[in-house]
């Protein structure tokens, strides 16, 4: 019955003391809105003409399409990445997985050795997209077993020899976009950290892995791959924009195509019986014992093991190509109870809205501080990004904190965060609480309990691309501009308090720092970000529609997601890490198992046999 795939949800513009002056026209509030299980084709009037409330809209319809029950999973054809329209949306008794659950993870698309899993059913079932999960690695980063297939991995449960079916939700990666990482202080400590640790996983959509497996684009950045990322970034130089969507000579992925980052934790036996959260089975990694046997086969200390267990979702990304957004319109959602303090108190409502202290004090302690990289040629140490204090010795308490890696010059040890470095915008606080309410009502005439997507909230939306007007300083905002990008820090530098945790992330633009020439080229650069070129002049992450703004050099140098994953744009990759990434050869546990952005973006890197990346010569 579609009818039950169906809801009524009303976005109120931003009240007065939330919303910038605007043009009469533009303070008419929107129609109330019907969304269903299918997500939208693209916002209405096209992503470059719309407004926050039309973006917030629109992000709100595809997460509720995303978060909707799937259709049972056979494994036959167009059951994966498809809704069950018999289902009420956020039913807590429906226990099976969610539309993008269903989606392809990074193994599934990109494994470590071989075709994907069900390719040789070839385009007639959309290269095995049905086919139920299976995560392959590469047998010389993960091992060999007796009793399995090339490239699984083995339960890390004693004297084990079989696999279970792997849960929807492989968590394959343990750091954020960078080797950060990130833990829930108010969960107990069981060991060390790692209890408390979030970890994250990485999906595509059907037409974006149909898309990779036609052309069998598996290779990433690797020197013999038949990615035609040179000749697209060429494209791209030379014609300021993306090349036609779905073509095979360059990359650009058709329009509808999507990919989502998630992020889970641990929950306390309170937070499981809460109706909070969207909890399912994950499969999780650790290192094996050497005394153990695992699949028939000794433990090594270099091999990971899996462990399948209960968590909770809170955290998500979602990024959809669109026709009128070849950039992808960008959004991202949290669970509520992300932000609290030492003590264990709420920093924000479920809307979004700051509790206590209008400006939440300083955002993390100790208070990471930006010396801005400025324009130099040549750069020099005096004109690179500088973080202080080189070290941090929080107590977290029951706050959200992050570590960032050893040997790299952000600073060193725990930091514990407060507050998000940008709040929630008035607009989207208020579209959050339409759609609490329209969640609400949704619950009552179906009868059902109340949805854990209650406790979830919008954070941000990127929806068209906005220059940097002064390179080298922070976005502020400013209530007098009529680009609500640069009106809303946290528009321009959207960033998920769980994916985005630390200071570079919270406020990204620009590129990743080159290596400095000679003499200063052992200076360690590793995640400092810029907004210049190596030769002074500013830095465009994001080209899109020919623009040359005031005659001003063509593109845009945005922030946040959009202008981070606008450096794999410019490197011919369609804004997409994980297809620069290429094979997953090994899931991460206490060490990153992927490219840096440097190694990325210098186009050269080597692997050795654990799977690990190590950069040459840079230029």
Known sequence: MLSLGRLVLCLLLASSAHAAPAAPEAMKPPPELELSAVPPADIPGGAPNANLHDAARFAWQVFVALNWAAAPQTGAPGTRDSPDLGQSFGDPAYSGPLVWETFRSKAEVLPGIGEPHGHEAGKRRDYGYDDPPQDVFDPASVGSYASLPPGHVPACGFGRTAASAPPWINL??????????????????????????????????????????????????????????????????????????????????????????AAWRRLTKAERSSGRFRIAQVRSYRWQQPKRPYAGSAGSRLHPCYVDEVMGLIGLHIKVKTPSAPYYVWSTFEQADNLRDAAGRPVEDVNGRMIGRSDGGPATEPLIVSRNARPAAPESPDSIQGLSPAEAHSKPGKRLYYANPPGSPTPQGVVAVNRRDHAIPGPVIEANACAHRALQRHAEARRIRSSPWAYYKLVSVQWRPADKPHPGTDVQGDSGTSDEVLRYPAVYYMANIAIETSHRLQVWSGQIQRPL????????????????????????????????????????????????????????????????RGRVRTPEVDEPQRASLQEMLAGRERRDGSGSAHSTTLP
């Open 172 to 261: 394959s990666e343990a750091f954020e976009a960078g080797p950060e990482k990130v833990f829930a202080g108010h969960l107990p400590v069981r060991g060390d950290d790692g209890y408390r640790r979030v970890l994250y996983t990485v999906k595509v959509n059907r037409k974006q892995y149909v898309y990779i497996a036609e052309n069998q684009w598996y290779g990433g950045g690797d020197p013999d791959s038949t990615i035609p990322s040179a000749n697209t970034a060429d494209y791209i130089a030379r014609y300021y924009r993306a090349p036609p969507p779905g073509t095979a000579d360059y990359v650009s992925f058709p329009s509808g195509a999507m990919e989502v980052k």
């Open 517 to 580: 020439p000679p003499p200063y080229a052992v200076t360690p650069v590793n995640n400092l970000i810029t907004d210049f070129n190596p030769d002074g002049t500013p830095a465009k992450n994001v080209q899109f529609d020919g623009n040359a703004p005031d005659g001003r050099i063509p593109g845009y140098n945005m922030g946040g997601c959009m202008g981070c994953h606008g450096q794999m744009q410019r490197a011919g990759f369609d804004f997409s890490f994980i297809l620069r």
